[in-house]
C-alpha cells in the first residue's frame, strides 16, 4: 500500500473507534467523546498495541503517516489554544476582583503546592524528570500540572449539565480565566532559555508593539476579514515563539488573549471550537498517544499517576473550600466549583506535550500525567451532578 492509502486507514481509525465506543457504549455520563478520544489514542500507542500487536502498529502508524498526523495535530491545537486564548473574559474577574482573586488564587495555589510535593517526591527516582529540565523546572512543572483548570472542557461539561449561562457557571468561567493566565504565565517561566534569552526579550518587546498595531487592525476589519487576520496573526505569533526558545503554544495563547471576544459573533466562535474538536482535535489525541510510554513498567506509571490524582483533587478541594469560608459562601457551593475546577484534560494534556516537547518531562511521567488527567475528568459529571441536583438554588448566585 501507498502512504496515502495507510494514512487513510489511520484517520478511518482515529475517527470511527472512539465514537463507536462512545455511541455504542453510552459513555457520555462519565466519559465525554473527547475523553474517549483521548483514551483511545493512548490504547493505539506502542505501549499497548504497539506490544500487542506491533507489527500492526508499525504498519499503520509508520514514520511518514505519523509525520502526517503531526502536522495536522499542531494546527488543530494551535487553533484550539487560540480560542481558549479568546474567550477569556477578565473584565468580569476585575469587577469582583476580590472574590476572584481569592478563589482563583487558592484554587491555583493549593493543588500547585501538593502537586510539587509529589514532584519532589519523584524526582531522586530515575526515570521521571527529562535529560534538559533543571529541578525547579520539573517540580514546578509538574505541580502547575497538578493545578491547571481545562478551561474548554470545563464550558463543554457546563453545557451539558444546563449552568454555563446560570450565575454560578459564570462565576466559575470567572475563576478558571485567571487562572488561565497564570498558568501560561508561569509555563513562560519554565520555559525561559538563557541562551536565548535576547532573542526572548526582543519577542516580548514585538510582541507588545505588533499586538497594538493589530488590534488597531482589527478594529477597521469587517468581521469577516476578522476571521483570516485572526489565523494569519495566529501562525505570526505561533512561529515567532518558537523562534524565541519559548513553545508556539505560549504564542497560539498569546495570539488569541489579545483579541476580543466581542469582535466574532459567540455562536461562529462556538461553531468553530465545536468543529475544531470534530474534525481536527482527533488527530490530536492520537499523536498524544503515540507518546505514551510503559517501559519503567506499568505498575510506577500508575503508582505516579494515582499520587499526582490525589494530589490534584485533594489539593482543588481544599483549596477551594478555604476560599468558601472567607468569603462565606452557602454550605455545598464549594464542592461543586471545586469539581468542576479541577477538571484536566486537553488543556493540561497540551502543557504535558510541551513539558515533554523540551525535555523537562520523560515519556513515563508524561504517561502518569495523561492517565491523571483523563481520570480527573472522568470523575467530575458524576461526582457534580448529583450535587447540582441537591443544591439547586446555588445557581442563581453570582457571587
Keep these: 500500500m501507498s502512504n496515502t492509502e495507510i494514512f487513510l486507514i489511520a484517520m478511518l481509525v482515529i475517527f470511527s473507534l472512539p465514537y463507536l465506543i462512545w455511541r455504542l457504549g453510552k459513555t457520555d455520563y462519565f ?3 473527547v475523553v474517549v478520544q483521548i483514551i483511545t489514542g493512548i490504547l493505539l500507542g506502542p505501549g499497548v498495541l504497539g506490544n500487542a500487536l506491533p507489527e500492526v502498529y508499525q504498519f499503520v502508524f509508520n514514520p511518514v503517516v505519523v509525520q502526517h498526523l503531526n502536522g495536522i495535530a499542531l494546527w488543530a491545537v494551535m487553533i484550539f489554544v487560540m480560542i481558549a486564548g479568546v474567550e477569556l473574559d477578565l473584565k468580569e474577574a476585575w469587577e469582583h476582583k476580590r472574590e476572584s482573586g481569592i478563589t482563583a488564587g487558592l484554587a491555583l495555589g493549593m493543588p500547585l503546592l501538593v502537586g510539587s510535593g509529589v514532584a519532589l517526591g519523584m524526582l531522586p527516582m530515575a526515570g521521571w524528570i527529562g535529560e534538559k529540565a533543571l529541578s525547579w523546572q520539573f517540580v514546578l512543572g509538574i505541580g ?9 472542557i470545563l464550558i463543554l461539561l457546563m453545557e ?7 450565575p454560578l457557571g459564570q462565576r466559575i468561567l470567572r475563576y478558571a480565566s485567571v487562572d488561565d493566565i497564570a498558568i501560561w504565565g508561569v509555563l513562560a517561566l519554565i520555559l525561559l532559555d538563557w541562551t536565548r534569552v535576547g532573542r ?4 516580548l518587546m514585538a510582541f507588545g508593539f505588533a499586538a497594538w498595531l493589530f488590534r488597531k487592525l482589527m478594529l477597521r476589519l469587517q468581521e469577516t476579514d476578522r476571521w483570516y487576520a485572526a489565523l494569519i496573526w495566529l501562525a505570526i505569533c505561533a512561529f515567532a515563539a518558537d523562534w524565541a526558545g519559548l513553545h ?6 498569546l495570539a488569541g488573549a489579545v483579541m476580543d471576544a466581542v469582535w466574532f459573533n459567540q455562536e461562529k466562535m462556538d461553531a468553530l471550537r465545536h468543529h475544531v474538536l470534530l474534525v481536527m482535535m482527533p488527530v490530536f489525541f492520537l499523536s ?10 506499568g505498575a510506577s506509571v500508575f503508582i505516579a499517576a494515582f499520587a499526582l490524582l490525589v494530589a490534584s483533587v485533594s489539593g482543588k478541594l481544599i483549596g477551594i473550600q478555604i476560599a468558601g469560608r472567607v468569603l462565606k459562601w452557602k454550605k455545598g457551593e464549594a464542592s461543586i466549583i471545586g469539581w468542576l475546577l479541577q477538571t484536566k484534560a486537553l488543556i493540561m494534556i497540551i502543557f504535558a506535550n510541551i513539558l515533554l516537547d523540551k525535555a523537562i518531562i520523560t515519556n513515563a511521567t508524561f504517561t502518569a500525567l495523561l492517565l491523571m488527567a483523563i481520570a480527573s475528568t472522568m470523575l467530575t459529571v458524576p461526582v457534580v451532578q448529583p450535587k447540582l441536583m441537591r443544591l439547586r438554588e446555588l445557581i442563581g448566585r453570582s457571587s
Design 200 to 203: 526572548q526579550a526582543i519577542f
Design 144 to 152: 502547575m500540572s497538578c493545578a491547571v483548570t481545562a478551561l474548554p
Design 160 to 166: 451539558k449539565m444546563q449552568i454555563l449561562r446560570e
Design 248 to 253: 508556539f503554544m505560549v504564542g497560539a495563547f
Design 288 to 297: 498524544t498517544g503515540l507518546k505514551t510510554n510503559w517501559t519503567m513498567g
Design 31 to 33: 466519559a465525554p467523546l
